[in-house]
């Protein structure tokens, strides 16, 4: 069993910026990817961005490529996402996730290779 909590949100200007959490138990967490994905409503959850279980690959959606930027810390359990220059458009529930297979990073943009998600949490970006 993993438990994944976020945390970070909140309300912003556009322009501004935010820095989620995500902080993990009960797996190894340095031999997972990890992905952030988000779901505004009335929409499906979309894919945000990728790490690889070593923090040495990134990537990331078109839509926030340059503006945002995945980290972890293995010594922490704990995966980050930088949002700057937010726009409205980012407004939605933003959602951690652990690869369901260990030292692998391929297929990330799809939802079913991750088992495990945290609760979400919300981020709303004010016009």
């Known amino acids: 069993q993993v438990h994944l909590v976020e945390s970070g949100g909140g309300l912003v200007q556009a322009g501004g910026s935010l820095r989620l959490s995500c902080a993990a138990s009960?797996?190894?967490?340095?031999?997972?990817?990890m992905g952030w994905f988000r779901q505004a409503p009335g929409r499906e959850r979309e894919f945000v961005a990728a790490?690889?279980?070593?923090?040495?690959?990134?990537d990331y959606a078109d839509s926030v490529k340059g503006r945002f930027t995945i980290s972890r810390d293995n010594a922490q359990n704990t995966a980050y996402l930088q949002m700057n220059s937010l726009k409205p458009e980012d407004t939605a529930v933003y959602y951690c996730?652990?690869?369901?297979?260990?030292?692998?990073?391929?297929?990330?943009?799809?939802?079913?290779?991750?088992?495990?998600w945290g609760q979400g949490t919300q981020v709303t970006v004010s016009s």
């Open positions: 996730a652990v690869n369901r297979r260990a030292y692998y990073f391929g297929d990330y943009y799809g939802k079913d290779e991750y088992d495990y």
């Open positions: 009960g797996r190894t967490f340095s031999i997972y990817s």
């Open positions: 790490i690889s279980w070593s923090g040495g690959r990134t």
